[in-house]
């Protein structure tokens, strides 16, 4: 059974239609079509990058015939350069995306700030100076430093919480203690580099610039393992989440448990962000502008996990398609494309929230 209902809030003058299913057992569920339609465009558009990214290199094939060696009609040399070679990266970078789209959109919505981003308020930094600690001081190999990298997020994240914590967690005082966390930590990133020696510095200075090159199945097997875990945690509390951005006394009254909901969401995010990059290293701003653009896409209010998700795996395909395909012979590192993509996002997102009086 399938009803509808519109919606009309004061930001947006249209009219949406709201629409629920209803099976035989009571269960019903609450939808927007063009939020599904958006959804469903972002995973064809995510696929279809995907095929072209793993047909793409110095031994190229036609999207025909990715899709045919995947399931398993390829020749010998299309198996070894699609099944061995590309596939692995190709799914470090859908893992890598998903994790920060969503774990952007989970501090988002719990700062009720646009700017409330794991890159932002020091969680990638703390991540980074976990793996650096590993690699300068310890001269770790690529488990350790990524063992370091998850170390060092989460003890950023439960510092960061406990510091802007005073009769709960508000979005401004998060925002602003990550921030200032952000800058200590970039402080003792430099310190490390600085203490390095030339090797420990190089390997470290490369990890830090955040890439895709030479990932494989060591480096998919234990984010993907990551990700089936963490991720429905995180879809599972999305109305929960949905709630929490209308203030805490609001979602306390609609039956909310808000200081469990909230540590569990922020662990998830962390742990999230933390093992996308152990896997890749810091690649900068997927997290601040996928939840973003999924919500001026979408037009819904709320997380809209699902849609950050797609959008930080279709962000971060395009990015290393861009990296690798569009300068030449000169491949560049995904994060540096991101970066330069995201530093312009910032700019666009400040001079709006700027000229709507919100900052």
């Not at 402080?187 to 490369?206: F, S």
């Amino acid at each position: 059974m399938t009803t509808t209902s519109t919606t009309k809030s004061a930001a947006e003058p249209t009219t949406k239609a709201v629409r629920s299913v209803r099976t035989a057992g009571g269960f019903s569920v609450r939808y927007e079509p063009r939020a599904v339609v958006c959804v469903l465009g972002l995973l064809v558009l995510a696929l279809a990058a995907a095929v072209v990214l793993i047909g793409s290199g110095d031994f190229p094939i036609a999207p025909g015939d990715v899709v045919a060696t995947l399931l398993g009609d390829g020749t010998p040399v299309q198996e070894f350069a699609v099944m061995d070679l590309r596939l692995p990266r190709v799914l470090v970078a859908v893992c890598v995306g998903a994790a920060l789209g969503i774990g952007g959109a989970v501090f988002q919505s719990i700062s009720r700030n646009p700017l409330g981003s794991p890159d932002v308020i020091g969680f990638g930094q703390g991540a980074t100076v976990g793996a650096l600690t590993v690699i300068v001081l310890f001269q770790g190999d690529a488990t350790a430093a990524s063992a370091g990298a998850v170390v060092g997020g989460l003890v950023t994240g439960a510092a960061i919480y406990l510091l802007a914590w005073k009769r709960g967690v508000h979005g401004y005082r998060l925002v602003l203690v990550g921030i200032g966390s952000a800058a200590m930590l970039t402080a003792v990133i430099h310190y490390l580099i600085t203490k390095a020696d030339l090797v420990d510095a190089t390997r470290a200075t490369v990890w830090m610039t955040g890439s895709l090159d030479g990932r494989d199945w060591t480096q998919f097997r234990p984010l993907f393992a990551v990700c089936c875990v963490l991720l429905p945690v995180v879809l599972g509390h999305g109305r929960a989440l949905r709630m929490l951005e209308m203030g805490d006394d609001a979602a306390y009254a609609l039956g909310v448990h808000v200081e469990r909901t909230r540590i569990v969401l922020m662990t998830s995010a962390v742990l999230l962000v933390s093992a996308a990059t152990a896997a890749a290293g810091p690649i900068v701003f997927v997290s601040l502008s996928a939840p973003q653009l999924a919500r001026r896409l979408t037009r819904s209010p709320g997380p809209n996990l699902a849609a950050s998700a797609l959008m930080g795996v279709a962000l971060l395909l395009v990015a290393d398609w861009a990296a690798t395909q569009a300068f030449g012979d000169r491949q560049l590192p995904v994060g540096v494309v991101t970066g330069v993509l995201g530093g312009c996002y910032l700019l666009w997102l400040l001079v709006t929230e700027r000229k709507a009086g919100r900052i």
